[in-house]
């Protein structure tokens, strides 16, 4: 595993219990009743489900999220499945029962809660609020990216939906109230195309010589940006490029390296998603979680792992242009002028 910035240095893990592997739910669920009453909540050791958000766009800041059909509580394992560098994971669903019983009545799909790891974080309520917002942002560049490329269904980049679920229950959070992050289980294999600090997955596409990167990152110099100044503003992410180049030798693999190549360019510079990571296949494309956005204010606005423009600059070190990049009249010396 790559180590995040920021990380865990100096922060007390929590303790928790391993679920084995591929199972759901072993060691049971904690239940959390949306809005009950007095009596209700007592009996389970004050928990409920107060709220369920996401982050909005348009608004800027998050908005009620509507639970599924006849949704009465939520469940959250009781043991993890994993852990990243800033989170351990559980499995979450919505489900119909309206008191804890055996069997749980799961409505919709197979979801994943991710909470803090270290002790700090836990009652920090904008830890978690962070990772959806950055989630959502990432998602409306992936809408914007997804248009322009006009391509395959192989190649489209998408990050979940994620949900913050306000809970409460006694002796876990210190004014009562806490909340988990909650996104769709990803099925398949997880595989992680690029970090935040340079890393690329080597490609599993034949390379054919001449065809190569070096050639795309000359040539092209000026062609796209032109189009890309009249939307540089990120909150205005809907519009379609009047030109698109020819296919060449694109392969899915290249969608992820010139999506995050893509966010630094329609962004004018100050944005840039990487970390992408998640699942593939050829009827969805990319389905991803967990970005990290730098941005080149260095305020580090986007969380622990928003290295500014450093992490910009390692971006585009080790970052070839790719078919895709060229199709999208993407150049790596476009950027590099902005770093
Ligand atoms: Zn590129």
Redo the contacts with the bound molecule.
Sequence with gaps: GRKKGGGGAGLTERTVVQEDPGQVGTGGWDFYTISPDDATQHANGGRACLAKERWSMDVKGFVAAPYGPGVAAVVHSRRTFGSGAERYVYHFYEVSNDSPQTVMKFVGNQLTAKDPKHQENVNDPKFLRNFCRVQAKAQALAVNFNRRVQGKSAWQISFVECYIYTLTEWGVWEDGTGSVLVEPFLEGRFVKWNSNAGYVKPSQAPRQAGAGAAR?DIGLFGIGEDEEEDDSDTDSLDSVAPFRMPEGNIEPDHAP??FS?FTHSITDGKDLVCDLQGVWNETDGFMLTDPVIHHASGKGKNGRTDRGKEGIKKFFET????PL?KRLG???FAESMRV
């Design positions: 795309n390296q010139a190549h970052h070839k242009c790719n990049c993407l150049n790596i």
